[in-house]
């Protein structure tokens, strides 16, 4: 897969399952030149097997947004296919268990900062370069209510009960 001079070419963190695969069908089936970024290198095949019997010009990135080699990586694959990066989607995200604040770690809470806070920083800082060249380059942050202070610390608000908040109470069955 190389990109042409009308395709855009964007690179979706985390973009197996969820929010990141819907984007990269989307952008794909509207024409983009996707590169799907997987931390799970069979996820992301199957993700990407899916895109393309739809039609998608997709690649799979082995991509975890922790690692600077697998950034290294992953910036090697999509140079191979393109000399440009048009749009990054740093998608990727980690919740982390889903724990009281009194049973939290610190382990815990440095694997959550190195996906959620640094990830995006190695992959940004890791793509710059093919971004610069892109006449027109974006880089698009995402992120959900699972992020907000606010909404965590609120208990009146409806989401802070909801399955994937870290200060859910548990379920009654």
Do not use: C
Not at 54 to 80: E, I, K, W
């Amino acid at each position: 897969m190389t990109t042409t001079p009308q395709s855009t070419s964007t690179l979706i963190t985390g973009g197996n399952k969820g929010l990141g695969l819907e984007t990269a069908r989307r952008l794909g089936e509207q024409g983009w030149t996707i590169f799907l970024g997987s931390r799970d290198p069979g996820r992301g095949r199957t993700a990407a097997d899916q895109l393309s019997a739809r039609g998608v010009n997709v690649t799979m990135v082995p991509l975890d947004v922790t690692s600077d080699q697998s950034m290294a990586d992953a910036v090697g694959l999509v140079r191979q296919h393109t000399d440009r990066l048009d749009v990054l989607v740093d998608n990727a995200g980690a919740a982390g268990n889903i724990v009281t604040p009194e049973e939290v770690t610190v382990a815990e809470v440095h694997s959550v900062y190195n996906t959620n806070v640094y990830g995006p920083i190695r992959v940004t800082k890791a793509f710059l370069p093919l971004l610069r060249v892109a006449d027109n380059p974006r880089v698009v942050m995402v992120s959900s209510a699972i992020g907000s202070m606010t909404i965590a610390t609120d208990p009146t608000h409806p989401l802070r009960h909801s399955t994937s908040s870290p200060t859910a109470p548990p379920k009654q069955h």
